[in-house]
Structures are given as structure tokens and as C-alpha cells.
């Protein structure tokens, strides 16, 4: 979901959801506010997405719609960061679980006690020693602290459904334990009523505290298991350091509190630190742990100038940074709002279950009615209405919405969050549902299978030349350039750590290379062009060497010294490591790996064919790469596409999923439903593995849910017993209940088991390290 210029969006907090029947309703009446454009609840992560017209509603109209609808709205105080907010959101569910083990733990206890007195009355030995109406009695004493402190927030929540005309899994509990309950009470306080119609006054107040407990523990475990669903947003949020050594002004160095660090201030990071928040290097340098962004377990040089991201842990050297965004604005934050956003989104394999869910509990309360009037109405007369009753009871509590409206939003928690631990932030369940159909992926090879960066691959002397001494003198000249040719000259040289010499006389000629005058001779550097004006000409070795460079689409840099050319660069945009292995994958999966470039046809064949490609589109301008895109589509591929540029944006919106590298533009990143932290082709491998193993699970969940409601209804309602004489305990009917939704959470976890496999050792190191550990 994203707001247009014309309106906002905003979250919240939803209280009191207890199934998918609850979300069902409170969208629905988010919906139906004037100025609500649309509105999407997610019952897992228990929050709503609205996007409003800013001049028709506003977030407290919103909120008294929750309100109207029964439910309520965690209040969020101004300004906090996504980060903030989760915490106190823990907080208090943390205490919400502490209060509801109190309350299973009374309902378990009191029906310890309950079951073998009941038990009792089916020993015909004792039936004539007791005194059945006061065991009946001392039973009820038992029961009405379970209903009274235990099950009250079922009651409660029915009761308030009821006033705004409505139904959710509550309504179920209350309903089916309740009429066991009223019909106990009835026979305990008016047993003779019972037995001059020739019943027994037989009692259920085991059947209502067991179910009560039963689904009181599946609930414990529920929301045990959906606070590990939401673990990545904890681990981000725990590598947030808590203070910052702050250098002020005088060289003061003082230890303060993250939240008071001010842009403009200058911190220092010594070895063993986190980096405080985001800036840029001012003095030193060092080796960063950036493995919380990337994934990348190996650490990233930095130097002066270079930028450095709060939680980043520095390894070896100390430096000073200057603090350039704080608080909402860093990195890390940036990335726990996307989580978290990605985590609360819903994917549209969702849609069958949520249509299911809406209209969920007024059915099974239909099919628990129909299943009554059948066994009053068919079932011998002495046995006809506790038969109707607990058949009745059965139906009500066998039903569960909640695995159907926790089998996919909880397999996109995990799955997002084990995507953010390596790297690949996904922007919505959307893109990370469509990744999995994709069967084409698109690569543009600038900066996405190259550097996207000229470097010297090859570098030759003529045979009487020192090659460390021309080394030397060529980095001389080129440092007093800009051109990107002469920072990878540069880069090459300080590589292999040749003497740094000093160049006077420096002049730049446009279009052709540089000259200058070290250690007393000229030196001139450029193209065959700059040779031909200055007079200069080619060996025949070294003509050679160049021409070999050339048919390999390379840039040659001519040198020269004194007057005669005594070397060759071959400088060109380098193949990324894993480039190779990435598309060997991608390709392993099933899928057609396509080259997009605007290099001539021959120089596209070569780099193709060095990769593993075997289609590939030449000379494409920037503006026609979504049409690339388009003619894909149109032969019915479905395509992601790779990218990192602006140029790039467009190709991205129009694929059926985007994929930015997090090394390219904002304006990619925007335009992709999911973006890579590292610039390696090996995010994309994990991306689309995710999302296969994703579905995987959201699929299982789903027949899961549907075979398990498809199957207990039936036999709830006694459709076994004309047949076998199989009827099914409410006790059962309720432990069954509660076991649904944990086997659904239980499934969704399998992915915290989730690796990206390793391409030559470049995706996670040998302890299977990622990117938020």
C-alpha cells in the first residue's frame, strides 16, 4: 500500500482481535469510514494499515471506528520510531501473556480437581454413599471461579460482539461452554424437573472448565509461538547501541544517551564498538561489520569520507565520524519500518481465507443449531437432549478461525524477517508472493553482474621496462586526475603499494587522457589518439597486446615516457565474484537468466557468454528497458528484474518484481518490491528461494486449516456415529481447537530454519552466519 499525493497512511494498534473473524470486522468497518480509501488488518501482528483522504478522515475518526466496532487502540505517543513502538508493544503483550498463564493456570488447577470428582458418579459402587446434589453442588463452587476469572474475556468479548451485531471465535467458546454450564446449573438446582420427564440430571462442569483450560493453553501457546514470529524486529532493535562517546568541542570525550546524539556532532568509535548511528568518516580508519545490513560476513574497509551505519560494529581501527541522520532517519531504522510494514502487508494467496473467515462463525453457529434440532428430534428420548447438547457443544468448540487467519500472515513475519537477516528487505507480502511464480529474471550487467566501476585487468610493459617503477610513474599522473579511468589507475597502483611520487606541470586533455612531469621525465597517458598528436608511435609487440585488449571490449591506456610508449592498461567494468555461480543457480531453479545491456552486440556476446547466459538484448538505450520488460511479458514470462540505477526505475515498476541492489538509488529502491542490501546476484538466489519456501508454508498452512475445519465439523456434529457409534468429546473438540493454531504458528517457525545457499563460500561464511546475527 502507498499513499498518493492526495492521501496518508496510517497504523494502528488493534486491541481485543481474537480470530480472523475480529480483523474481518474491524476492516470492514474501517472501510466503511467516510474518507478511508482502504484499510487492510493483519490479526498476527494484531495491526491496521489505512490509507485515508487526509480532508474526510483523520486518525481519530479512525480510531473511533475501532472503537465503535468494539474493539480498542493502543495509543501511540508522537514522533516514535518503528523500533520505539515494537518495544513498548512487547512490553505489554509481555505482560498480557503473564496474565493470561495466570489465568490457564487457575482454569488447569480447578479442572484437576473437577475431572476425577466428576469422575465419581460413574462408579455405581459409590452412587449410593454420596450425596449426588451436593457433589453437584461442590462442583458448581469449583466451576464458577474458572468462568468467573478464566474464561471472562470469552463472555466479555461475546457480549460485546453481540451489542454491535457481530460474531468472532469468542462467541463459539461462550456460546458452547455456556450452555453446558446453564444446563449443569439446571440440573444441580432443579434435578426433580430432570427426572419426572425421565432424564437424569446429569451434570457437564468437567466438560466447561477442561474446554475453558484447553483453550486457554492453545492460546498460551499461540502467543508464545507469535512472539517468535516477530523475533527479526527484537534482534534489530537490540543492536541499536544504547550511548555514543560524543567529542566536544576542546577534545572532550563523554559517554551520552543515544537519543540526545545531534546531527553535526562528532563520535568516536574505538575497536570492539558499534557505530553509534549513521555519518561519515572524518578521521582514521577501519574494518566494519556491516554483516547486520548485508549479510556479508566479511568485514568492509573504511576511510576517510566513507559513510558508516549506526549498529555496524567496528573491527579493528578507531575513527571519528561526523553524525550526518539520527533517530527515524538511519539506516537501521529505515529498515525495522520496512519489516515491519512488509510484516503487517497481506498477500493476496490471503483472500480465499479471508472471504471464508467473514461469514466463518455465523455458519458454524448455524451448523451447531441444525446439529441440536437433529438429535432432539431423532435421538431416543431418555438420551435425545444431553446427546443434542454435547454434540451442540462440540461443534461450537471445534471450530477455528484462527489457524485460517494465522496461516499466512504468520509465514510472512518469519519469512520477511529471515529475508531482512540476510539482506533482502521485502517491501510487501505482494512481492514476496510474486516472486515465487517468476520463471524469467532480467539482469542489467552495469553494477548488477559488473562492479558497475572501471578496474585495471590488465597491465603490460615493454620488455625493458621496471614494472613497479612505471607503476609508479603512472599513479603519479593519474592522481592528479578525476576521470573514473584514472581512479581505477589509482586503485590498482595503491593495491600493490608502489612509491608515491610527486607530478608538476599536470594537464588534462579532454576526451584523449593526461600528461604531467615526474621525477624529471614527461609522462603522458591516454588513447591512441593522444599518441598520434604527440607523434608517438607503437611497438609491434605492444600493437599486438593492445588489439587482443580491444577484441575483448576493453579500454586501452596507452603510456609513455620520454617520448616512447613503454606500457599498456587494459582497464574495464569487472565481472562481480559471484556472478557466475548466482546465474549457475538461478538457472539450476528452473529459471531463464536474460542480459540486459546497451554495450554493441559482440562486446554483450562476450560478457554473456563469461557468466553462462545465452539470451541477451544489446544496444537497449535507458529509456527503452521497460519495454525489454514488456516484451518479455508479452511472450507470457513473468520477470523479475535486477537493477541499480535510475535509469533503471521504470524497468523495475513494470516488471512483475523488482529487485534493486541496495548499492544503487533511492529511486530504484522505491521502485522495487524488494531491495538487496549487498551488491551481489546472490541476493537474488536467497530472494526468490524465500519466497518459494515462503509459499511453501503459507500452502501447508492453508490445507492445514481448511482439512482440519473440512473434517472436525462433521464429526463434531455426529455424522460418525450412525456408522461406528463415534461421537466426539467437547474435552477433545476443544484440545483439538487449540492444536490447530499452534501447528499452524509451529509450521510457519520451520522457516526460521531458512539458509541462502552458499554460491563458492560467498553467501554465508562456514558457520552459517547472517546478516542480523
Not at 492 to 511: C, I, M
Not at 717 to 731: D, H, K, N, Q, V
Request: net charge neutral.
Amino acid at each position: 500500500m502507498s499513499a498518493s499525493p492526495e492521501t496518508e497512511i496510517t497504523t494502528l494498534d488493534i486491541e481485543g482481535m481474537t480470530c480472523a473473524s475480529c480483523a474481518s470486522f474491524v476492516e470492514k468497518s474501517l472501510s466503511r469510514t467516510p474518507g478511508v480509501q482502504s484499510a487492510i488488518v493483519n490479526f498476527a501482528t494484531e495491526k491496521a494499515t489505512i490509507q485515508y483522504l487526509p480532508d474526510q478522515a483523520s486518525p481519530a475518526t479512525l480510531r473511533e471506528a475501532v472503537v465503535q466496532a468494539g474493539y480498542g487502540v493502543t495509543e501511540r505517543a508522537p514522533d516514535t520510531s518503528a523500533a520505539e513502538r515494537s518495544a513498548e508493544l512487547d512490553r505489554q503483550k509481555a505482560a498480557a501473556y503473564q496474565q493470561l498463564k495466570r489465568r490457564f493456570w487457575v482454569a488447569a488447577g480447578l479442572a484437576l480437581l473437577i475431572m476425577p470428582l466428576s469422575m465419581l458418579m460413574l462408579w455405581p459402587a459409590l452412587m449410593h454413599r454420596l450425596n449426588m446434589q451436593w457433589l453437584n453442588y461442590s462442583l458448581l463452587l469449583l466451576t464458577l471461579p474458572v468462568l468467573a476469572y478464566s474464561g471472562r474475556e470469552f463472555y466479555n468479548s461475546a457480549w460485546n460482539g453481540l451489542r454491535h451485531r457481530t460474531a468472532n471465535m469468542d462467541t463459539l467458546i461462550a456460546v458452547g461452554t455456556g450452555a453446558a454450564f446453564l444446563y449443569s446449573l439446571a440440573a444441580t438446582v432443579a434435578p426433580g424437573f430432570f427426572m419426572r420427564r425421565g432424564l437424569m440430571p446429569e451434570v457437564y462442569y468437567d466438560t466447561t472448565a477442561t474446554i475453558i483450560a484447553l483453550i486457554l493453553l492453545g492460546k498460551v501457546l499461540e502467543l508464545r509461538a507469535k512472539t517468535q514470529t516477530s523475533a527479526a524486529i527484537r534482534t534489530l532493535m537490540g543492536l541499536q547501541p544504547k550511548t555514543a562517546r560524543v567529542v566536544r568541542p576542546g577534545g572532550q570525550e563523554i559517554d551520552v544517551p543515544i537519543e540526545l546524539v545531534q546531527r553535526g556532532d562528532v563520535v568516536l568509535v574505538r575497536p570492539g564498538e558499534k557505530v553509534a548511528t549513521d555519518g561519515i568518516i572524518e578521521e582514521g580508519h577501519s574494518a566494519v561489520d556491516e554483516a547486520m545490513l548485508t549479510g556479508e560476513s566479511l568485514p568492509v574497509e573504511k576511510n576517510v569520507g566513507d559513510l558508516v551505519f549506526g549498529a555496524t560494529l567496528n573491527k579493528t581501527g578507531a575513527f571519528r565520524f561526523r553524525v550526518t541522520k539520527t533517530g527515524t532517519d538511519t539506516m537501521l531504522a529505515r529498515i525495522v519500518q520496512l519489516v515491519e510494514d512488509a510484516q503487517g502487508s497481506r498477500a493476496p494467496i490471503q483472500r480465499l481465507a479471508d472471504k471464508v473467515s467473514a461469514v466463518f462463525v455465523p455458519t458454524v453457529v448455524g451448523i451447531a443449531l441444525l446439529t441440536f434440532a437433529l438429535w432432539f428430534a431423532l435421538a431416543p428420548a431418555e438420551t435425545r437432549l444431553p446427546l443434542a447438547l454435547v454434540n451442540f457443544v462440540a461443534v461450537l468448540i471445534i471450530a477455528c478461525p484462527c489457524a485460517l487467519g494465522l496461516a499466512t500472515p504468520t509465514a510472512i513475519m518469519v519469512g520477511t524477517g529471515k529475508g531482512a537477516e540476510y539482506g533482502v528487505l521485502v517491501r510487501n507480502a505482494e512481492a514476496l508472493e510474486k516472486a515465487h511464480q517468476v520463471n524469467t529474471v532480467l539482469l542489467d550487467k552495469t553494477g548488477t553482474i559488473t562492479r558497475g566501476e572501471p578496474a585495471v585487468t590488465d597491465y603490460v610493459t615493454a620488455p625493458d621496462q621496471d614494472m613497479g617503477q612505471l607503476l609508479a610513474l603512472i599513479a603519479a599522473v593519474e592522481r592528479q586526475s578525476e576521470h573514473p579511468l584514472a581512479e581505477a589507475v589509482v586503485r590498482y597502483a595503491d593495491a600493490r603499494q608502489v612509491v608515491k611520487l610527486p607530478a608538476t606541470s599536470f594537464r588534462a586533455v579532454e576526451g584523449q587522457g593526461a600528461s604531467a612531469t615526474v621525477d624529471g621525465r614527461d609522462v603522458l597517458i591516454g588513447n591512441q589518439r593522444l599518441l598520434s598528436e604527440a607523434g608517438i608511435g607503437l611497438s609491434a609487440e605492444l600493437s599486438t597486446q593492445a588489439e587482443t585488449l580491444l577484441t575483448q571490449a576493453k579500454t586501452v591506456l596507452y603510456v609513455a615516457v620520454a617520448g616512447q610508449v613503454t606500457g599498456l592498461l587494459g582497464v574495464a567494468d569487472t565481472v562481480r565474484p559471484t556472478s557466475a555461480a548466482a546465474i549457475r543457480r538461478l538457472q539450476s531453479m528452473g529459471l531463464e537468466v536474460v542480459m540486459m545491456t546497451g554495450d554493441n552486440p559482440q562486446t554483450a556476446g562476450q560478457m554473456a557468454r563469461q557468466v553462462g547466459i545465452t539470451r541477451y538484448f544489446a544496444e537497449v538505450l535507458p529509456q527503452d528497458k521497460a519495454g525489454k520488460v514488456q516484451e518479455l511479458q508479452a511472450e507470457g514470462r513473468i520477470v523479475a528484474m535486477v537493477g541499480d540505477g535510475i535509469n533503471d526505475a521504470p524497468a523495475l515498476a513494470q516488471a512483475d518484481v523488482g529487485l534493486a541492489m541496495g548499492s544503487g538509488t533511492d529511486v530504484a529502491m522505491e521502485a522495487a518490491g524488494i531491495t538487496l542490501m549487498r551488491s551481489d546476484l546472490g541476493g537474488v538466489v536467497t530472494a526468490l528461494e524465500l519466497s518459494r519456501q515462503t509459499i511453501g508454508i503459507i500452502r501447508q498452512n492453508l490445507f492445514f486449516a481448511f482439512i482440519y475445519n473440512a473434517l472436525g465439523i462433521p464429526v463434531a456434529a455426529g455424522l460418525l456415529y450412525p456408522m461406528f457409534g463415534i461421537l466426539l468429546s467437547p474435552m477433545l473438540a476443544a484440545a483439538a481447537m487449540a492444536l490447530s493454531s499452534v501447528s499452524v504458528l509451529t509450521n510457519s517457525l520451520r522457516l526460521r530454519g531458512f539458509r541462502p545457499p552458499q554460491l563458492d563460500g560467498s553467501l554465508a561464511d562456514e558457520s552459517g552466519r547472517g546478516g542480523l546475527r
